[in-house]
């Protein structure tokens, strides 16, 4: 089991940067992948960004496309997600987890991912 800690979250004009980060309690299995959901008001969790703990493949969702990038720091057990040219439509509850996903596919989707951080706000303001 894994514990996750968000961080960095909070207002910034459109245009703007922020950096989340998200670190773990313990160390991950070599195969665990950590992503990045978010959550806006009255809309479903979805899926913003992943990257593979060993290996350090990275997937993105097209919303975020060259806009927003996941890194993780093998030493601080930290996994990152720098997120530039911030929009209105990015403001939403961004949650950190922590799961396997054994093919590309599966790293997009909610449930290959069984421990969750309990998230952090970021508001993005016209």
């Known amino acids: 089991q894994v514990q996750l800690e968000e961080s960095g979250g909070g207002l910034v004009q459109a245009g703007g940067s922020l950096r989340l980060s998200c670190a773990a309690s313990?160390?991950?299995?070599?195969?665990?992948?950590m992503t990045w959901f978010r959550q806006a008001p009255g809309k479903e969790r979805e899926f913003v960004a992943a990257i593979r703990w060993s290996g350090g493949s990275t997937y993105y969702a097209d919303s975020v496309k060259g806009r927003f990038t996941i890194s993780r720091d093998n030493a601080k057990i930290t996994v990152y997600l720098q997120m530039n040219s911030l929009k209105p439509e990015d403001t939403a509850v961004y949650y950190c987890a922590a799961g396997s996903c054994y093919s590309a596919s599966g790293c997009y989707r909610e449930s290959s991912y069984n421990n969750w951080g309990q998230g952090t706000q970021v508001t993005v303001s016209s």
């Open positions: 313990g160390r991950p299995n070599s195969w665990y992948t």
